[in-house]
């Protein structure tokens, strides 16, 4: 009589990364599904979302036999406040730490909006370290020009937009705008929870911290091979702005991404997977 063979699950595990300002950052390393390529893929979420944003984009990923990390940034879901503010300097150095702790300091990196200041905060504080790794995926983002006005971080705090958001209905409406016409239902309630889940401190710090900030110069040193991708009806982050960031680095090219808007990792994961796996196949 003949067995069926026994069936290997690969294992995920959940850790938690300290940095040296007192955060528990809440990690989420997955093994691949099938035979391991050898590359890790690092995924940093943008402000009041968190490691769910990234569930179909990682689930393709680990299907390619490639290891994921995924992490809450501070102050988002599962992850703590440390004693330092919130600042785009701050982010990258939770980058740092993470990438470190999970022995992926040579991963395929990828950030979305806030995710993508705090990835290249970290290749512009240290350039040599940042040559290590893989390659660059900004999604959504900009290296200029975040200088969020009062208003909406006055908005970002309030607790009358919190209360607006913990009403799926009224909520999705709210952040329509935030994803291109057309968007997928069930994209746009997960967008709605994660945003909701946010805490209006968070948020506002959050939207506050890029004022000022312009990393363009600093970016020619970062020689690490880089894909920037933009929604064409982006009304976060221009997409202009990923163009500027494209050619603000030696070594990258630039996509604009028809009838999206800000939120691709829940958009267009085919194309953000389709970008990785380029720069995965390129020589090192």
Known sequence: MSRTPAVTVPRTEETTVRTDDGAALAVTVLAPLRAPTGTTVVLAHGWAAGRRVWGT???????????????DQRGHGASGLGKEPLTIRRFGADLAAVLGETG?????????????????????????????????VLLGTAAHDQDTPDSEVRMMGSALFSRALRRPALGRRLLAQTMGKGADPYALEVNRQLFAAASPRVRADCFASSRDMDMRAALATVDVPAVVLAGEHDRVVKPELGDALAKAL??????????AGHMLPLERPTEIVRAMSGLIARPR
């Open 250 to 259: 030696p070594d990258a090219r630039f996509e604009r991404l028809p009838g």
């Open 104 to 136: 992926s300091r040579d991963a395929l990196l990828a950030g979305h909006s806030g995710g993508g200041f705090a990835a290249l905060s970290y290749v512009t504080a240290d350039p040599a370290a940042a040559r290590g790794l893989r390659g660059l």
């Open 57 to 71: 984009v990682a689930d393709r990923l680990i299907r390619s036999g490639h290891r994921v990390v995924l992490y």
